[in-house]
């Protein structure tokens, strides 16, 4: 049974823009959700796809970061980190939502509700073909490097 494109959906992006994922059509794209904009995990999972986005542009991949911050802190959080990819701001859940990626954490032994850590690769075509949850950083956005290179 083929797989199905992935559903459509929009984010306000950093530089004044709007992602709309059916936009994207025609090169891989990768889609990571990080929890929050300046903290220690998430400033180094952004550098590491940072470091790596020429070879990620060489592949035609585009790259995109999710958290739940607003605009406002993406921009700043994208230019102190000098990121060369949007950041998409999913204040409303509505892409969280879609790909399942709120979760209970254990924030200093309290519950919370939060973003896991999770990268999605795409094809040209919108169809996901390959998941993460639970990331890890280290030597994660190699490994998402690595998997677009296989991709027809």
């Given amino acids: 049974m083929p797989k199905q494109p992935f559903?459509?959906?929009?984010?306000?992006?950093?530089s004044g823009t709007t992602f709309r994922f059916s936009e994207q059509r025609g090169h891989p794209v990768v889609i990571y959700f990080y929890?929050?904009?300046n903290t220690p995990g998430c400033t180094t999972e952004g550098q590491q796809f940072r470091d790596l986005h020429p070879q990620f542009q060489k592949l035609a991949c585009a790259v995109f970061g999710v958290s739940r911050d607003s605009l406002k802190s993406h921009e700043n959080f994208k230019s102190k980190m000098k990121f060369p990819f949007e950041l998409l701001s999913d204040a409303g859940?509505?892409?969280c939502k879609l790909f399942d990626v709120i979760k209970m954490k254990n924030m200093y032994g309290r519950k919370v509700r939060g973003i896991?850590?999770?990268t999605?690769?795409?094809d040209g075509?919108?169809?996901l073909q390959r998941e993460?949850?639970?990331?890890?950083?280290?030597g994660h956005a190699q490994e998402v490097l690595d998997c677009v290179k296989t991709l027809k």
């Fill in 7 to 14: 559903p459509d959906f929009e984010l306000p992006a950093t």
């Fill in 35 to 37: 929890p929050k904009d």
């Fill in 93 to 95: 859940e509505a892409a």
């Fill in 116 to 118: 896991e850590r999770s």
């Fill in 120 to 122: 999605f690769v795409f």
């Fill in 125 to 127: 075509s919108g169809e």
């Fill in 132 to 138: 993460w949850r639970g990331v890890k950083v280290p």
